[in-house]
Nanobody
Framework: QVQLVESGGGLVQAEGSLRLSCAAS????????MGWFRQAPGNQRELVAT???????NYANSVKGRFTISRDNAKNTVYLQMSSLRPQDTAAYYC?????????????WGQGTQVTVSS
């Protein structure tokens, strides 16, 4: 049973830092692309960052230079280090996984964790 369990969300002051973690189980983590998406009230869900099995990263323009995505294959865990947080970063953040091989191409989502940045 595939499960993505997030932790690290909460309330943080503007200009502060926060690290989100997503632990995957029941998955072929090492051959999957991992990512983080976010959704604020009234907005569409948007991509924040992705990291491939080979370590290639991609970031939304709004978070470049402030957020860092990383993965630890030994722990089946992906991280999102968030720095210089702004109130507009406030959103529900969702962990995402998609298998890279065509024979293992299902995608999965975490339950979402709330990040609130106060001014």
């Amino acid at each position: 049973q595939v499960q993505l369990v997030e932790s690290g969300g909460g309330l943080v002051q503007a200009e502060g830092s926060l690290r989100l973690s997503c632990a995957a189980s029941g998955t072929r983590f090492s051959i999957s692309t991992m990512g983080w998406f976010r959704q604020a009230p009234g907005n569409q869900r948007e991509l924040v960052a992705t990291i491939t099995s080979g370590g290639t990263t991609n970031y939304a323009n709004s978070v470049k230079g402030r957020f860092t995505i990383s993965r630890d294959n030994a722990k089946n865990t992906v991280y999102l280090q968030m720095s210089s947080l702004r109130p507009q970063d406030t959103a529900a953040y969702y962990c995402y996984m998609k298998g890279e091989p065509r024979w293992y191409s299902n995608e999965y989502w975490g339950q979402g964790t709330q990040v609130t940045v106060s001014s």
